[in-house]
């Protein structure tokens, strides 16, 4: 966690840094979740929940099932500077509202295998973050992209292209959907009202069943 402090810039931890499992926890709770989909780097988080929640259950009455997480089977992805993980403070990312031309553009300036300084020179894909695109997004080619890379017949700025070509196919239908969406702003209101009222719904279901438990419902 100190890591994370100071790797974003803040010199001491603040509350949001060790309240984050709490905070997370109540949204879990609210709603009775009991599956969460998480990236593999919440995990740990999600231990933190069900530690919260047994605990509560123990200590009032058995209200909470402890959710479990499920981590998604798509890998984390190296950034395009090739020196982190994909993080929008650090501006290496593909957002999944990035127009055709930008995806391309931002490919043309990933990193590649910094020991490949000539077309000439073999490849090393297994360092090279576009190869690891390749394996994200064009599995069914990875061994010919692996094959023309090691025995230099494959340029950088030819494999780059077939990934953003990808990448842009995958986008695709995301972006129709969003400008359907960005046409009719008023429908996208009222889903978060649906959405908000059944959480709310929820949420005081849930409260009532708490404060009972700890009995704290002196105004029900
Ligand atoms: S050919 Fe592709 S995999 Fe090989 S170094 Fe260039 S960008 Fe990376």
Redesign the pocket.
């Known amino acids: 966690m100190k890591a994370e402090a100071s790797e974003r810039g803040y010199n001491d931890l603040y509350y949001g840094f060790l309240g984050y499992p709490i905070s997370q926890t109540a949204d879990i709770a609210f709603c009775k979740a009991t599956i969460v989909p998480v990236g593999e780097d919440q995990v740990p988080h999600m231990e933190q929940t069900r530690k919260i929640l047994r605990r509560f259950n123990q200590l009032y009455s058995p209200i909470f099932e402890e959710p479990k997480a499920i981590v998604g089977e798509t890998p984390r992805l190296i950034g395009l500077d090739g020196q982190s993980k994909m993080s929008k403070s650090k501006e290496n990312t593909i957002n999944l509202d990035a127009s055709k031309e930008d995806v391309i553009e931002k490919m043309k300036k990933a990193k ?2 910094p020991l ?1 300084i000539r077309k000439t020179d073999a ?1 090393h ?1 297994e360092i ?1 973050p ?2 690891s695109y390749h394996q994200a997004f064009r599995k069914e080619d990875t061994e010919a ?1 692996y094959e023309g ?1 090691t025995n230099a017949q ?3 700025v030819e ?2 292209q077939l990934v953003a070509t990808s990448i842009n196919e995958l986008l695709e239908p995301m972006r129709e959907r969003r400008h359907q969406f960005e046409r009719q702003p008023k429908r996208i209101d009222e889903i978060l009202l649906e959405g908000t009222s059944k959480a709310r719904l929820i949420g005081e279901q849930t409260m009532r069943e708490v404060r009972e438990a700890m009995q704290m419902n002196y105004f029900e």
């Open positions: 590649t295998d490949r490849g894909p090279c576009v190869y992209i890379c494959l340029g950088c494999c780059k």
